[in-house]
């Protein structure tokens, strides 16, 4: 079982309607859980960063937020837009090792019109 | 663009071929990443290399050797593969595997293998 699993694996929404993405993670202790957007075609895009002691992130229409006892993270995007169509990848990056990180699967979110 | 490149983008080669991917970064970064990237799968860190010098090999297959002449390009060279290799490589570099944990990857677009 990986150690973070994200849901849904998949997600259809209209156009500026906002959703949340959910991250669960067994890793513990951890150094910082980061959630990247990779669009088809490309490589992932770092959106946000947080360490074990943050509780919430921003980047624009994009808000992370983060708890740490129940080891749970969540990506929220605002009035959504066609070009938010991408998958969506949360990574928990582990104390000792600056590699040694655990990557989710990732949510692949779709902005229809 | 992110200032990492990659090529070829898109590769299908047989299982007795030998051919190589490219990843250049113009960011002045010293550290250097390969990541394999299945299809519904978590992506899968291969190698590291900080300031020319591997620094991880997550246990990869030898079929497929690294390269790192210096700071800005770095190679995948690939022979006798299988066609479960076949996956997106990504590469990715940031400005020092020792300045931390909150040190920020930057990713090229990576090359579609096809092995046949």
Same mark, same amino acid.
């Given at each position: &079982?990986?150690?973070?699993?994200?849901? =849904?694996? +998949? !997600?259809? /929404?209209?156009?500026?309607?906002?959703? *949340?993405?959910?991250?669960?993670?067994?890793?513990?202790?951890?150094?910082?859980?980061?959630?990247? &957007?990779?669009?088809?075609?490309?490589? =992932?895009? +770092? !959106?946000? /960063?947080?360490?074990?002691?943050?509780? *919430?992130?921003?980047?624009?229409?994009?808000?992370?937020?983060?708890?740490?006892?129940?080891?749970?993270?969540?990506?929220?995007?605002?009035?959504?837009?066609?070009?938010?169509?991408?998958?969506?990848?949360?990574?928990?990056?582990?104390?000792?090792?600056?590699?040694?990180?655990?990557?989710?699967?990732?949510?692949?979110?779709?902005?229809?019109? | 663009?992110?200032?990492?490149?990659?090529?070829?983008?898109?590769?299908?080669?047989?299982?007795?071929?030998?051919?190589?991917?490219?990843?250049?970064?113009?960011?002045?970064?010293?550290?250097?990443?390969?990541?394999?990237?299945?299809?519904?799968?978590?992506?899968?860190?291969?190698?590291?290399?900080?300031?020319?010098?591997?620094?991880?090999?997550?246990?990869?297959?030898?079929?497929?050797?690294?390269?790192?002449?210096?700071?800005?390009?770095?190679?995948?060279?690939?022979?006798?593969?299988?066609?479960?290799?076949?996956?997106?490589?990504?590469?990715?570099?940031?400005?020092?595997?020792?300045?931390?944990?909150?040190?920020?990857?930057?990713?090229?677009?990576?090359?579609?293998?096809?092995?046949?």
């Amino acid at each position: &079982k990986n150690q973070v699993e994200q849901s =849904p694996q +998949s !997600l259809i /929404i209209l156009e500026g309607k906002n959703c *949340t993405l959910q991250c669960n993670y067994t890793v513990s202790p951890f150094s910082n859980l980061r959630w990247y &957007k990779q669009d088809t075609g490309r490589g =992932p895009v +770092s !959106l946000t /960063i947080m360490t074990f002691s943050e509780n *919430t992130k921003s980047n624009g229409r994009y808000t992370a937020t983060l708890d740490a006892d129940t080891k749970q993270s969540s990506l929220h995007i605002t009035a959504s837009q066609l070009s938010d169509s991408a998958s969506y990848i949360c990574v928990v990056r582990l104390p000792y090792n600056n590699n040694d990180m655990r990557f989710g699967a990732g949510t692949r979110l779709t902005v229809k019109p | 663009e992110t200032g990492v490149t990659q090529t070829p983008r898109h590769l299908v080669m047989g299982m007795t071929n030998k051919k190589s991917l490219k990843c250049e970064q113009h960011l002045g970064h010293n550290a250097m990443y390969w990541y394999k990237q299945s299809a519904k799968k978590p992506l899968e860190l291969m190698f590291v290399y900080n300031f020319k010098e591997q620094t991880e090999n997550n246990s990869v297959p030898s079929r497929f050797s690294p390269e790192c002449p210096n700071s800005s390009h770095l190679f995948l060279h690939l022979h006798t593969l299988q066609p479960e290799d076949s996956a997106l490589y990504l590469c990715a570099s940031s400005l020092s595997e020792a300045r931390g944990s909150t040190d920020t990857q930057y990713f090229g677009p990576g090359t579609r293998l096809t092995v046949l």
